[in-house]
Every structure is written in structure tokens, then in C-alpha cells.
């Protein structure tokens, strides 16, 4: 699954994630630009930054303009806070949706030109919420729901010359885990929620990136790739009681 003499850029590759992402695609042989708002703290090996507000869509067009080749875009960049629907009105909750949807499609469009020349792809990171219940997180979850359709159809729009997959990720452990799970005693505690009985690393869903952008998946587009250590126990098994009788 070697990428050497490949292009890559992920957005929003800075931290968590994202930076996992970016360290696979170098690992890979890949040149890699990451494209955010703000520097890394840690900067990456290999790793080249470049500042970008994905919500400017002159912008992102002017910055793919600008590049020489291009053969991957992985549109890392989103998030959410915490937030129930109540707590905020429809234009907060809209903001969500654009910067989890509208701006993958900005940085797709953009990016098109390069990667059909390149016979290239494009990796979704989607996520778990789009296809389940997402209380707190519910334009989030929306949002990537309708990002997993949009590299549906973009699968079909822009086939043979670019492929579009999706990443269906799950929980996973960075640097931030201790704010949303409440400590190590909490993160221990959802960890074991999880059939393979442990969150993700950023660099689980760096090498499944590096996988779709490879040619060992050169026949796979349109397709959500689950990386989630098997889902989640369903709650039922918990609390239903079996009666055996003899």
C-alpha cells in the first residue's frame, strides 16, 4: 500500500485525527500538506502545514489552484460541540452542518480537476453519529449522514477517473479524550462498550485512509468502511433478563 511519489492533502490534519491521518499518508511514502486554520502544536515528520479557513470558498479554490499535483484530498477537517437542539437556535446548528458537509464538498469541488488528471481519490471522514441516534450532537450527526451520501453520489458522478470512499469512525482516543469521557475511570469505562475492548488510535484510522487511497482498493468507490472496533453492544442486553424454565 505504498503511496511514494503521491500528493496528499488532509484537511483539518493538525491534531487528533487528523494528525494521524497525515503521519499514515507520510509513513506511506507520501507527500503530505495539512491545511487548517491553525498551526500544529506538534508539528509532524514529514508533514507540511498550510493555512486555510475551509469556510472560505475563494480560498480553498485559490489554495488547490495553487498545487502543482494533487492524487488524494481526505476531508478530515469538522467536529462539534457538545449541544442539544434547544440550547441553540437553527443559524448555530446550521454552522455545524456547514463546516461537517459544506466544506468537504467546497474542498472536493475544488480539488477535482488535479485528482481527475491524477486518476486519483477522495477519503470522507464520517462517523458513527450519522447513522445512529446523536443526542448533543444532533446537526453534527445529520451532517454526517448526508456526507456519507454525498460521497455516494460523488462515487458515481465522478467514476472512472476519481474514486470516493467513506470512513465510518468511531470512538477514538487523542488528546482531548479526558474533556468528553470524564478522565481515564471514564474512558476505561466506555472503552469496555467496545466489542474489541478499546477506543481507536488516530493512526487506526490513518492506515484504513492510507487502505482507500491505495491501489490495493483501486476497485473499491463508493463504499463506508466501518472503523469502529465492531459498533457498539446493543443496550438491551444489558438490562433484559432471561428466564429459563425447566
Request: proline letters at 7%; charged letters at 20%.
Amino acid at each position: 500500500m505504498g503511496l511514494h511519489g503521491k500528493v496528499a492533502v488532509v484537511t483539518g490534519g493538525t491534531r487528533g485525527v487528523g494528525a494521524g491521518i497525515a503521519r499514515a499518508f507520510a509513513d506511506a511514502g507520501a507527500r503530505v500538506l495539512v491545511c487548517a486554520r491553525r498551526p500544529p502544536e506538534m508539528p509532524v515528520g514529514g508533514v507540511e502545514f498550510a493555512p486555510l479557513d475551509l469556510r472560505d470558498p475563494p480560498a480553498v479554490h485559490a489554495f488547490f489552484a495553487a498545487l502543482p499535483r494533487l492524487d488524494v484530498l481526505v476531508n478530515n477537517a469538522g467536529g462539534t460541540p457538545h449541544r442539544r437542539l434547544t440550547e441553540a437556535d437553527a443559524e448555530r446548528h446550521a454552522r455545524v452542518i456547514e463546516l461537517n458537509l459544506v466544506t468537504p464538498l467546497t474542498a472536493s469541488l475544488a480539488a477535482h480537476p488535479h485528482l481527475r488528471r491524477a486518476r486519483g481519490s477522495i477519503v470522507m471522514i464520517g462517523s458513527v453519529s450519522g447513522s445512529r441516534p446523536s443526542p448533543g450532537s444532533a446537526a453534527y450527526g445529520a451532517a454526517k449522514a448526508g456526507l456519507e451520501s454525498l460521497a455516494r453520489s460523488m462515487a458515481v458522478e465522478w467514476a472512472p477517473e476519481v474514486r470516493v470512499n467513506t470512513l465510518v469512525v468511531g470512538m477514538v482516543r487523542t488528546e482531548l479524550s479526558h474533556l468528553h469521557y470524564g478522565g481515564e475511570q471514564g474512558i476505561a469505562a466506555v472503552e469496555r462498550t467496545v466489542p474489541l475492548g478499546r477506543l481507536a488510535r488516530p493512526a487506526d484510522v490513518g492506515a484504513a485512509a492510507v487502505f482507500l487511497a491505495s491501489d490495493a482498493a483501486a476497485y473499491i468507490s463508493g463504499a463506508a468502511l466501518p472503523v469502529h472496533g465492531g459498533g457498539e453492544r446493543p443496550a438491551f442486553l444489558d438490562v433484559a433478563t432471561v428466564t429459563e424454565e425447566d
